[in-house]
């Protein structure tokens, strides 16, 4: 991932869960700035069950050369009532191999360390403190008008990589760690729990503040928004006002653009993967089934009688003739029946689409 598109995955990160649909004001949703990544103040956090009053970044490094470590935090800071926030980053300068370096800020402190492990390689720890101090009893709202909100922190190798924080032992705190350089010499640790080398689809039109969720629902959501609606969000933080601007621009021909796409890939050449030939087809099933000295025929009736254990459905279905559709045996040797409903007008719907209703051959009466 080249540096601009980590800025851009950052940039959404920061801003997710900052306002959330339907985006007016008064939504109870939207009475606090984000769920995520919060750094509340000490006092807080001591009283609190689950809060922290620091978020801890921690990863093995394989060293190159003369390795050098940088980071970067950036977080929201409240700023007015609600989800109002501006803003914060801060850069720890390049440091060597088993040095500490320390930047203090309002209300903050932002570490950076590592040792060597030997074999070439060194724990890294990046962490952020809420140094605040706030009286004890404080309820959330006033917590978070203390607190860093939203951290993300971004570590940087000159020389070397990290390895996958997932396929190895670290001890992050209010944070989850993943690569996302293209040469693996940057790691994330961020407020919601992603791949290695997470990317943006290349379809978004841009950040929607819930960006985990489904866009194009979102966007039909915000064109869907009253008049009274439009004019509660107007009156609030440019950010999302700008935001909603953006997606109210988007076309018809743009939201379709987000339904979807597959892509069809094959290592050697550029045709759809076809199937092997004499490749038996897995759904077809059995022909036919005996249990208990029962002979099951596909295409055969059948009368449901799935006794009292079963449940609501089935039993709703007692007494209707069905027509076998598919025999199944699994690899415990137990037969499953698919089976279409006789009366049921959808029944030529559900042959079409495979949509059968399964019971055991216990729970039918062979016509």
């Given at each position: 991932?080249?540096?601009?598109?980590?800025?851009?995955?950052?940039?959404?990160?920061?801003y997710e869960g900052y306002a959330l649909y339907p985006y007016t004001p008064?939504?109870?949703?939207?009475?606090?700035?984000?769920?995520?990544?919060?750094?509340?103040?000490?006092?807080?956090?001591?009283?609190?069950?689950?809060?922290?009053?620091?978020?801890?970044?921690?990863?093995?490094?394989?060293?190159?050369?003369?390795?050098?470590?940088?980071?970067?935090?950036?977080?929201?800071?409240?700023?007015?009532?609600?989800?109002?926030?501006?803003?914060?980053?801060?850069?720890?300068?390049?440091?060597?191999?088993?040095?500490?370096?320390?930047?203090?800020?309002?209300?903050?402190?932002?570490?950076?360390?590592?040792?060597?492990?030997?074999?070439?390689?060194?724990?890294?720890?990046?962490?952020?403190?809420?140094?605040?101090?706030?009286?004890?009893?404080?309820?959330?709202?006033?917590?978070?008008?203390?607190?860093?909100?939203?951290?993300?922190?971004?570590?940087?190798?000159?020389?070397?990589?990290?390895?996958?924080?997932?396929?190895?032992?670290?001890?992050?705190?209010?944070?989850?760690?993943?690569?996302?350089?293209?040469?693996?010499?940057?790691?994330?640790?961020?407020?919601?729990?992603?791949?290695?080398?997470?990317?943006?689809?290349?379809?978004?039109?841009?950040?929607?503040?819930?960006?985990?969720?489904?866009?194009?629902?979102?966007?039909?959501?915000?064109?869907?928004?009253?008049?009274?609606?439009?004019?509660?969000?107007?009156?609030?933080?440019?950010?999302?006002?700008?935001?909603?601007?953006?997606?109210?621009?988007?076309?018809?021909?743009?939201?379709?653009?987000?339904?979807?796409?597959?892509?069809?890939?094959?290592?050697?050449?550029?045709?759809?993967?076809?199937?092997?030939?004499?490749?038996?087809?897995?759904?077809?099933?059995?022909?036919?089934?005996?249990?208990?000295?029962?002979?099951?025929?596909?295409?055969?009736?059948?009368?449901?009688?799935?006794?009292?254990?079963?449940?609501?459905?089935?039993?709703?279905?007692?007494?209707?003739?069905?027509?076998?559709?598919?025999?199944?045996?699994?690899?415990?040797?137990?037969?499953?029946?698919?089976?279409?409903?006789?009366?049921?007008?959808?029944?030529?719907?559900?042959?079409?689409?495979?949509?059968?209703?399964?019971?055991?051959?216990?729970?039918?009466?062979?016509?």
């Amino acid at each position: 991932m080249a540096a601009d598109a980590v800025e851009q995955l950052v940039d959404s990160l920061l801003y997710e869960g900052y306002a959330l649909y339907p985006y007016t004001p008064a939504a109870i949703k939207n009475a606090t700035p984000t769920p995520f990544g919060i750094v509340y103040p000490p006092a807080y956090a001591s009283e609190c069950p689950g809060a922290f009053d620091h978020a801890r970044l921690e990863c093995v490094a394989e060293l190159g050369g003369e390795a050098k470590l940088g980071a970067t935090l950036r977080c929201l800071i409240p700023s007015g009532d609600r989800h109002e926030a501006r803003e914060r980053r801060l850069e720890l300068a390049p440091a060597a191999i088993g040095e500490r370096t320390t930047l203090t800020f309002p209300g903050g402190r932002f570490t950076l360390r590592s040792e060597l492990l030997g074999e070439g390689r060194a724990r890294v720890r990046a962490c952020v403190h809420n140094t605040e101090s706030v009286p004890a009893g404080l309820d959330r709202p006033a917590a978070l008008e203390r607190s860093l909100i939203s951290t993300q922190i971004l570590l940087r190798i000159s020389s070397g990589r990290f390895l996958s924080p997932l396929e190895t032992d670290h001890d992050s705190v209010n944070t989850y760690p993943v690569l996302t350089g293209e040469a693996d010499d940057v790691l994330l640790g961020t407020a919601i729990v992603l791949p290695d080398h997470p990317q943006l689809a290349p379809e978004s039109r841009g950040d929607l503040f819930d960006s985990t969720e489904i866009e194009e629902a979102l966007l039909l959501h915000v064109h869907a928004l009253s008049d009274a609606e439009r004019a509660a969000i107007e009156g609030q933080d440019p950010a999302v006002r700008e935001m909603i601007a953006r997606a109210e621009s988007a076309t018809p021909k743009d939201i379709m653009a987000l339904h979807g796409r597959v892509t069809l890939r094959d290592p050697v050449s550029t045709e759809p993967p076809t199937e092997p030939p004499g490749l038996s087809d897995p759904q077809a099933g059995e022909e036919e089934a005996v249990v208990e000295g029962v002979r099951f025929r596909r295409g055969g009736t059948v009368i449901i009688r799935p006794g009292a254990d079963a449940d609501l459905h089935a039993r709703m279905l007692d007494g209707h003739s069905a027509t076998i559709e598919r025999i199944f045996v699994d690899y415990d040797g137990k037969v499953h029946l698919g089976v279409t409903v006789d009366d049921d007008p959808g029944q030529e719907l559900m042959r079409d689409t495979g949509r059968y209703l399964y019971f055991f051959a216990q729970e039918v009466e062979v016509l």
